[in-house]
């Protein structure tokens, strides 16, 4: 496998990880009413996707 197959193979890890954090987060908000995080999370993407990880890994409820 050459060098750049490498590094698209870990580039479409990355975004699929973050488009699905992206999501869970969207999903989480939706369902807890939490209206300010989830327009937070639409506006400024990292914030939707920092939190989506916290769920997974249990530092948000």
């Known amino acids: 496998m050459s060098y ?9 890890v990355c975004m699929v990880l973050a488009a699905a954090a992206w999501i869970n ?6 369902n807890d009413g939490r209206t300010l995080l989830l327009i937070a999370g639409a506006i400024a993407w990292p914030v939707g996707v ?11 409820p």
């Open 4 to 12: 750049s197959a490498k590094i698209l193979g870990w580039y479409l």
């Open 25 to 30: 987060h969207v999903v989480t908000c939706l």
């Open 50 to 60: 920092i939190h989506g990880w916290g769920i997974w890994f249990g530092f948000w």
